[in-house]
């Protein structure tokens, strides 16, 4: 059983479970605060996330597709475990996603709309923190301020294990690896902490798309920073931003001049329900920059339990 002390402290990092990875099947990104608070060494968390995406979707006038829209509802399944790694603290997450989809849209020229059901690609990610230790006390004249700078690392792979059928354009599963290395900073002072993370995606290529096409994607570069006031133990709210670049895609070897430009932007709240569970709320908002993509809302409710 946890000590009440260390259970107090936990609360703080209870909410680190991917809540925003739902709105990943279509764009990609994420926006992920308090991304790099270090999980203590055997530490567990799981987390159920439910999740509800709304908006307008945007494609190359070659597929005839225009005014298509998106209604998503998903859940996930994250796990989390804390471990030490060549003596620095590292954790292990694991998230399975399950979406119900419907698109609706003018496909040359007729109204038309399809649905998938089911399991979407699984993530599985390491990290590892590189710099950074307890928070210190640094005295000022009438106050004393929490101290603290983290700098951590990590390697993503998503397993191309989700629905996918060859004979459609709209697919839950993407029939490829993905692999995004990340590295961020975060700095605390007192209640306030300071989070930047840059990422890189990178693609395997997809020899079994639409039409028996083969798609290739060059990487997509994001940047997300978050900004977190820690009100109480596990009593905290997040405003996060990020932008997602690159990612231009060739079927077949003839470049679609399609790069990806998108901004995110989020707000979210964790509260305690007990010593060891939590909720998290969150609303994301993604605007594509460019002529193709996505402009999405996404509202979030998950649960988290760690032992």
């Known amino acids: 059983m946890l000590g009440f002390a260390k259970a107090k402290w936990l609360l703080i990092l209870l909410f680190n479970v991917g809540l925003l990875l739902i709105v990943n099947p279509v764009l990609s990104q994420d926006l992920e605060p308090r991304r790099w608070t270090p999980i203590p060494v055997g530490v567990n968390v799981i987390g159920l996330t439910y999740g509800r995406t709304t908006g307008d979707l945007f ?165 997300q920073s978050h900004v977190v006031r820690t009100f109480k133990p596990g009593l905290w709210a997040s405003l996060s931003a990020g932008y997602g670049w690159g990612g231009e895609v060739r079927i077949n070897g003839e470049r679609k001049h399609n790069e990806r430009g998108n901004f995110l932007s989020a707000i979210a709240v964790g509260f305690p329900l007990s010593k060891s569970q939590g909720i998290k709320l969150s609303y994301v908002r993604a605007r594509t920059q460019k002529d193709t993509g996505g402009d999405l809302d996404m509202l979030a409710v998950g649960w988290s339990i760690l032992f």
Request: aromatic share 12%; hydrophobic share 35%; net charge positive.
């Open 59 to 223: 494609f190359d006038p070659v597929l005839d597709l225009k005014d298509t829209s998106v209604e998503k509802d998903s859940f996930g399944l994250g796990y989390v475990r804390g471990f030490t790694l060549a003596g620095k603290l590292a954790r292990f997450d694991a998230i399975v996603p399950w979406h119900k989809a419907r698109w609706e849209g003018i496909l040359s020229g007729t109204p038309a709309s399809t649905e998938r059901t089911g399991l979407s690609d699984p993530k599985f990610r390491l990290s590892m923190t590189l710099m950074g230790s307890p928070a210190s006390k640094s005295k000022r004249p009438n106050n004393s301020t929490l101290i603290n700078t983290v700098v951590g690392a990590s390697v993503a792979v998503t397993v191309p294990l989700g629905k996918y059928n060859k004979h459609r354009l709209f697919n839950l599963g993407k029939n490829r690896y993905s692999i995004r290395p990340q590295a961020g900073i975060v700095h605390t002072r007192g209640d306030w902490s300071y989070e930047l993370t840059g990422s890189t995606f990178f693609f395997t290529d997809n020899n079994d798309f639409f039409n028996n096409s083969k798609l290739e994607q060059k990487p997509i570069y994001a940047v």
